[in-house]
Nanobody
Framework: QLQASGGGLVQPGGSLRLSCTAS????????VGWFRQAPGKERAFVAT????????MYADSVKGRFTISRDNAKNTVYLQMNSLKPEDTAVYFC????????????????WGQGTLVTVSS
């Protein structure tokens, strides 16, 4: 079971760090991705990290601002979000798949419940 946390309200230009924790299991052998869904829009890829790290991939819209990382000893994957913009407002989901990373949400088997990020002044 995946648990996403760390969302909240932040002003434009601010930062947040999201966490995705695997409870009752381990991320070992799993690639983990972050996706987001804004109101009225489809779920979109944000970032992913390969099962062993440090290979990562980012959506163009967040490249240079967001950083995904993992701590397998803590069964946790992080998404550090800097220079946040109003268009980053969305519910953020973490997901896991066994094997290498992929960019499409349909390729992930396990999902967390989502955490809301609101960027507004």
């Amino acid at each position: 079971q995946l648990q996403a946390s760390g969302g909240g309200l932040v002003q434009p230009g601010g930062s947040l760090r999201l966490s995705c924790t695997a409870s009752g299991g381990t991320f070992s052998g799993y690639s983990v991705g972050w996706f987001r869904q804004a109101p009225g829009k489809e779920r979109a890829f944000v970032a992913t990290i390969n099962r062993a790290g440090p290979a990562t991939m980012y959506a163009d819209s967040v490249k240079g601002r967001f950083t995904i990382s993992r701590d397998n000893a803590k069964n946790t994957v992080y998404l550090q979000m800097n220079s946040l913009k109003p268009e980053d407002t969305a519910v953020y989901f973490c997901a896991a798949r066994y094997g290498g990373y992929m960019l499409r949400s349909s390729q992930y088997s396990y999902w967390g419940q989502g955490t809301l990020v609101t960027v507004s002044s």
